[in-house]
C-alpha cells in the first residue's frame, strides 16, 4: 500500500473519510478539521473556541502520523463569517501561536456560505512534511 490512514487513538471514528493520508514520502493530508473534540461533539460555540479545538485537532493528526506542529506546510481555512474573522485577529494570533507556535505555514483562507456540520464555523486542513 502507497499510503497508510492516520486516526488518532481515541477519536471517534470518522464517517466516510479519513481525518488523514499518509503517503510513502512522509506527505501527511490531513482532512478538514472543525471545532469539534475527539468524541465529535461541540464544547465551543464560538469562533475562537472552535478555532482552537480544529488546530488542536490537526496537531493531533499531525502527531499521531510521527510529525510535530512545526511539519505542518500547509493550512487552508474555510470560514462562515469574514467579518468575525477580522474581527478577531488579535485572539487568532495568540491561539495560533499557543496551539502551532511560531511556524507559519503557506495558508489559504476561504469565506464560504455553510458547511456540512450545523455548528461549525471553520473548518481548516492541512497538509505536513513528515521526515521518514
Known amino acids: 500500500m502507497s499510503h497508510q490512514i492516520i486516526q488518532p487513538e481515541g477519536w471517534a471514528p470518522a464517517k466516510g473519510y479519513a481525518n488523514g493520508v499518509l503517503t510513502e514520502d512522509g506527505t501527511l493530508y490531513v482532512g478538514g478539521q472543525i471545532g469539534w473534540t475527539a468524541q465529535q461533539t461541540f464544547e465551543a460555540h464560538d469562533f475562537i473556541g472552535q478555532m482552537e479545538q480544529a488546530l488542536k485537532n490537526i496537531v493531533a493528526v499531525v502527531e499521531a502520523a510521527g510529525g510535530v506542529p512545526a511539519d505542518i506546510v500547509r493550512l487552508t481555512w474555510f470560514v462562515t463569517s469574514k467579518k468575525t474573522y477580522l474581527a478577531h485577529q488579535r485572539e487568532i ?7 502551532i507556535g511560531r511556524s507559519f505555514p503557506a495558508m489559504s483562507m476561504l469565506v464560504v456560505s455553510e458547511l456540512v456540520e450545523d455548528e461549525a464555523l471553520l473548518e481548516i486542513e492541512a497538509t505536513a512534511k513528515i521526515a521518514r
Not at 93 to 99: I, K
Open 93 to 99: 494570533g495568540e491561539v495560533y501561536r499557543r496551539v
